[in-house]
């Protein structure tokens, strides 16, 4: 069984149960904003399905629904975001957006994050930038759960790169990755199903490979491309966390596991400005010359571009309404239920 919502319907039912929360609105409207764009493009793992766990941490104190972050800008060109502990799609959005207005004064704009928090899909951030006309680049670090190449104990996050395009259609290139042999959430759904791990994505502190899904907890992931994915995620741990002054590698606590200290991960956005190199009509044209000659290369229909499927899921779910696995529709009617709140959906048992 699932349950069918319209993407209003769930941005209200996120913002009402957020509020109950004592989440501030500004929070919570970043959070659905994030999370109903996540369901939109079929980004299940990065939606609703997160709630719990967030809705746990604000229970427990360890992540803060009423933060103030402050924002200092450092050059012409660059900025620092401290957090305040909030939300990271909060954070991030931020950083999203004074990025992009420094990238409209000087071409160019970073901005770096401190003492935050989870922030969703970085996909998220750089369509953001792409639909003001500007490429996009959004890194975030994480705990720890990935070995160096060659190494047996996890020492770096996932640590997810994305970066975005401007299209003139709206559907913009959207290239989003973890930097390990797979997703932290992908080991979530193949626990879920009751499914075995491909070999030579984990590890065991032996070295021995690790197919079940439910030994991950003893376990490492491997960075994918052996030495080439270490490097990117070398980046994004330098770029997020040590520039920014925020957490790193063991430093950085885990979303899920670690309830009584802050996550303090960071992120780092960069925005930059088309226009400053060439009329974005220019870029445009460019642009979809390029992508003709990639699905040249293939067969018909074989050639896809990063974010291509997502956007085709954003069309469909747009006009048939996001669908919520029952599991997650009914754990988010007892949280519903817990803070005195009409469920959101029917009998869901």
Not at 123 to 147: D, Q
Not at 224 to 235: C, D, E
Request: hydrophobic share 40%; charged share 20%; glycine share 12%.
């Amino acid at each position: 069984m699932q349950n069918t919502i319209s993407a209003t319907e769930l941005t209200n039912t996120i913002l009402e149960l957020f509020k109950t929360c004592e989440v501030e609105e500004n929070q919570s409207e970043s959070v659905a904003r994030n999370m109903v764009w996540s369901e939109l493009v079929g980004r299940n793992n990065f939606g609703v399905i997160r709630i719990p766990v967030h809705v746990k941490r604000l229970e427990k104190g360890v992540l803060n629904g009423k933060c103030k972050p402050k924002f200092t800008r450092t050059s012409s060109g660059t900025g620092l975001l401290e957090a305040d502990n909030g939300f990271g799609y909060f954070s991030g959005e931020i950083a999203m957006d004074e990025a992009i207005n420094l990238a409209s004064e000087n071409g160019i704009g970073m901005v770096g994050v401190n003492n935050s928090n989870f922030f969703g899909t970085g996909a998220y951030f750089v369509n953001r930038a792409a639909e003001n006309g500007m490429l996009g680049i959004a890194f975030s670090n994480s705990f720890p759960k990935v070995v160096a190449h060659g190494g047996l104990a996890a020492v770096l996050g996932t640590n997810p790169f994305a970066f975005g395009a401007p299209r003139k259609n709206g559907h913009h290139l959207l290239v989003d990755f973890a930097t390990s042999s797979l997703a932290g959430s992908t080991v979530r759904e193949y626990r879920e199903k009751g499914e075995d791990l491909p070999e030579g994505l984990a590890i065991m502190p032996d070295g021995s490979p690790v197919t079940d899904p439910t030994k991950i907890g003893e376990a490492a992931l491997l960075p994918f491309g052996g030495a080439k994915g270490y490097g990117i995620s070398l980046m994004v741990e330098v770029l997020s966390g040590l520039l920014t002054g925020s957490g790193f590698s063991h430093s950085v606590k885990s979303t899920y596991s670690n309830f009584q200290e802050k996550s303090d991960s960071g992120h780092a956005m960069i925005a930059i400005d088309v226009t400053k190199f060439m009329p974005l009509d220019t870029f445009h044209e460019r642009f979809e010359a390029l992508v003709n000659l990639l699905r040249a290369s293939g067969n018909d229909g074989d050639i896809l571009l990063p974010g291509e499927i997502r956007w085709q899921q954003h069309t469909r779910n747009s006009i048939n309404g996001l669908i919520i696995p029952l599991n997650v529709a009914t754990e988010l009617n007892e949280i519903s239920i817990k803070y005195g709140l009409e469920p959101a959906w029917g009998e869901t048992v």
